[in-house]
T-cell receptor, first 117, second 110 residues
Framework: DARVTQTPRHKVTEMGQEVTMRCQPILGHNTVFWYRQTMMQGLELLAYFRNRAPLDDSGMPKDRFSAEMPDATLATLKIQPSEPRDSAVYFC???????????????FGPGTRLTVT | EDQVTQSPEALRLQEGESSSLNCSYTVSGLRGLFWYRQDPGKGPEFLFTLYSAGEEKEKERLKATLTKKESFLHITAPKPEDSATYLCAVRLRGFQKLVFGTGTRLLVSP
């Protein structure tokens, strides 16, 4: 049963600390997304990668957030320094874009619940 | 501005009481409408993709339909295990990202 995995599942940290969240996409998927979910804003796209290359990170605060894909099996989202307003659930999703098509489903991981105090 | 609106925000049903959830959209160039189910503390779970007006898809007690302006998720004879938040999302032409609605929280009582 192929699934997206995320670590940690929960993170509590103090304001100003660095936070790193990790995601392992479904094996063989070539597109990875980072979303943030809050009660007020719902699900918002932060960034996404195709074949490990960043394609769009316009939803991400550039001064403190960074996203990378060191290899095809690992995506990371880093916040430095963290702030209380970053408290949210962060989801990673992955998908496989078939050759010659551009429509595909995204499969979500269980999320990382971040609390910044 | 591209917008996705879901209604109602919350819906309470008795077991067996069929109903529909609505997702209306005002977007320029739809390239797919997606329905997801989200249980508390979990990530969204993919249900359906609809590509063009008139299309319908079914899965167990769920049936999704699409028109040019909205989509409906029909729930027939729901059971308590259908309780969850149902999210719809649209993908716009030329973009890879999904724009999500805020969801409908469904509670089915036995």
């Amino acid at each position: 049963d192929a699934r997206v995995t995320q670590t940690p599942r929960h993170k509590v940290t103090e304001m100003g600390q660095e936070v790193t969240m990790r995601c392992q996409p479904i094996l063989g998927h070539n597109t990875v997304f980072w979303y943030r979910q809050t009660m007020m804003q719902g699900l918002e796209l932060l960034a996404y990668f195709r074949n490990r290359a960043p394609l769009d990170d316009s939803g991400m605060p550039k001064d403190r957030f960074s996203a990378e894909m060191p290899d095809a099996t690992l995506a990371t989202l880093k916040i430095q320094p963290s702030e209380p307003r970053d408290s949210a659930v962060y989801f990673c999703a992955s998908g496989l874009v078939p050759i010659g098509q551009d429509i595909y489903e995204q499969y979500f991981g269980p999320g990382t619940r971040l609390t910044v105090t | 501005e591209d917008q996705v609106t879901q209604s109602p925000e919350a819906l309470r049903l008795q077991e067996g009481e069929s109903s529909s959830l609505n997702c209306s959209y005002t977007v320029s160039g739809l390239r797919g409408l997606f329905w997801y189910r989200q249980d508390p503390g979990k990530g969204p779970e993919f249900l359906f993709t609809l590509y063009s007006a008139g299309e319908e898809k079914e899965k167990e007690r769920l049936k999704a339909t699409l028109t040019k302006k909205e989509s409906f998720l029909h729930i027939t004879a729901p059971k308590p295990e259908d309780s969850a938040t149902y999210l719809c999302a649209v993908r716009l032409r030329g973009f890879q990202k999904l724009v999500f609605g805020t969801g409908t929280r469904l509670l089915v009582s036995p």
